[in-house]
C-alpha cells in the first residue's frame, strides 16, 4: 500500500466514524419536527412531490450515462483522486453560479434552481463513479449512486440506515429490486427535502437570496463530493478484503 493510500484510507475511518455516531439530541427533535410536519401534509402533495423528484432524478439518472465518459481502468488511487477533486470543483463553481442566478431571479427562479441542481449533483456523482473505475451503464451502479445521494442529504438516522446498507454492499446490492420504480422514492425525496428545506428557503428571500443560493450550492456539492469520495474508497477497501480473502 502507498503511502497516498494509508492517508486516505486513513481518513476514510475517520469519516466512517463521524457517518456512525447516533443522532444527537438536536438531530432527533429536528427530525420529529419534519415528521409532524409531514403528517400534517396532505398525502396527494406528497404523492405529487414524491413522483416530481423521481421523474427529475430518472431523467438524470438514465441519461447522464449517454455523456459519462468510459470507467477509468488501471489508474493509482493517487491518479484518480486528482481526476475526482477537479470534478467536484469545476461542479462546485458550477452549481454556486447557478445557485446565484436563480437566488438573485426571485421565487420563480429560486424554484427552478431545484431540478437544476439536482441534475448538477447527479452528474458529479456519474463522473466520478466513472473515474474509480465503475461502469455506470450497470443499473446497480446508478443505484448505488442514488445511496451516495441519500447518504449525503439524509437525517442522521436515515444516513445510519442507508450507511449500513452500503458497508456491505456487495451482498446487499443482490436483494435490490430490478425495477427502479421499487426503489423507495418517498423515503428518498423526504430526507433529501427535510435537509436542504430551511437553507433553500433563504434562497427565496429577495436581496440575500443570490448570495444564499452561491454558499449553499457550493456547501451541498462540496458534502456530495466528500460523500462520494468515501464511498468509493469504501468500495475499493472492501474490494480488496475480498480478493485477499480468495487468495488465502
Same mark, same amino acid.
Given at each position: 500500500?502507498?503511502?497516498?493510500?494509508?492517508?486516505?484510507?486513513?481518513?476514510?475511518?475517520?469519516?466512517?466514524?463521524?457517518?456512525?455516531?447516533?443522532?444527537?439530541?438536536?438531530?432527533?427533535?429536528?427530525?420529529?419536527?419534519?415528521?409532524?410536519?409531514?403528517?400534517?401534509?396532505?398525502?396527494?402533495?406528497?404523492?405529487?412531490?414524491?413522483?416530481?423528484?423521481?421523474?427529475?432524478?430518472?431523467?438524470?439518472?438514465?441519461?447522464?450515462?449517454?455523456?459519462?465518459?468510459?470507467?477509468?481502468?488501471?489508474?493509482?488511487?493517487?491518479?484518480?483522486?486528482?481526476?475526482?477533486?477537479?470534478?467536484?470543483?469545476?461542479?462546485?463553481?458550477?452549481?454556486?453560479?447557478?445557485?446565484?442566478?436563480?437566488?438573485?431571479?426571485?421565487?420563480?427562479?429560486?424554484?427552478?434552481?431545484?431540478?437544476?441542481?439536482?441534475?448538477?449533483?447527479?452528474?458529479?456523482?456519474?463522473?466520478?463513479?466513472?473515474?474509480?473505475?465503475? /461502469?455506470?451503464? =450497470? !443499473?446497480?451502479?446508478? %443505484?448505488?449512486?442514488?445511496?451516495?445521494?441519500?447518504?449525503?442529504?439524509?437525517? +442522521? $438516522?436515515?444516513?445510519?440506515?442507508?450507511?449500513?446498507?452500503?458497508? /456491505?454492499?456487495? =451482498? !446487499?446490492?443482490?436483494? %435490490?429490486?430490478?425495477?427502479?420504480?421499487?426503489?423507495?422514492?418517498?423515503?428518498? +425525496? $423526504?430526507?433529501?427535502?427535510?435537509?436542504?428545506?430551511?437553507?433553500?428557503?433563504?434562497?427565496?428571500?429577495?436581496?440575500?437570496?443570490?448570495?444564499?443560493?452561491?454558499?449553499?450550492?457550493?456547501?451541498?456539492?462540496?458534502?456530495?463530493?466528500?460523500?462520494?469520495?468515501?464511498?468509493?474508497?469504501?468500495?475499493?477497501?472492501?474490494?480488496?478484503?475480498?480478493?485477499?480473502?480468495?487468495?488465502?
Amino acid at each position: 500500500m502507498t503511502p497516498y493510500e494509508k492517508q486516505a484510507y486513513h481518513e476514510l475511518e475517520i469519516w466512517k466514524l463521524k457517518i456512525r455516531k447516533r443522532p444527537s439530541l438536536l438531530n432527533s427533535a429536528a427530525k420529529s419536527l419534519q415528521n409532524r410536519i409531514n403528517r400534517i401534509i396532505p398525502e396527494k402533495i406528497h404523492n405529487a412531490i414524491t413522483l416530481t423528484i423521481e421523474k427529475m432524478v430518472k431523467a438524470v439518472l438514465f441519461g447522464a450515462k449517454y455523456t459519462t465518459k468510459e470507467p477509468k481502468q488501471h489508474d493509482s488511487l493517487q491518479l484518480r483522486e486528482a481526476f475526482v477533486k477537479e470534478r467536484i470543483e469545476f461542479y462546485r463553481k458550477t452549481a454556486s453560479a447557478e445557485g446565484a442566478v436563480t437566488g438573485a431571479g426571485g421565487i420563480l427562479l429560486g424554484l427552478a434552481d431545484f431540478p437544476i441542481l439536482i441534475g448538477i449533483k447527479m452528474k458529479m456523482l456519474f463522473d466520478i463513479a466513472a473515474i474509480y473505475g465503475y /461502469d455506470v451503464r =450497470n !443499473y446497480k451502479e446508478r %443505484l448505488y449512486i442514488l445511496h451516495i445521494f441519500q447518504l449525503a442529504f439524509s437525517s +442522521q $438516522q436515515g444516513r445510519n440506515d442507508v450507511f449500513r446498507q452500503m458497508e /456491505d454492499w456487495e =451482498n !446487499y446490492q443482490r436483494s %435490490l429490486p430490478e425495477d427502479v420504480d421499487e426503489f423507495d422514492w418517498r423515503t428518498f +425525496q $423526504q430526507e433529501y427535502r427535510d435537509y436542504i428545506d430551511l437553507a433553500k428557503m433563504a434562497q427565496l428571500i429577495p436581496v440575500i437570496g443570490a448570495a444564499v443560493g452561491a454558499i449553499v450550492n457550493y456547501k451541498l456539492i462540496n458534502k456530495l463530493g466528500e460523500t462520494a469520495v468515501n464511498c468509493y474508497r469504501m468500495r475499493k477497501v472492501s474490494c480488496l478484503k475480498i480478493i485477499s480473502n480468495g487468495i488465502r
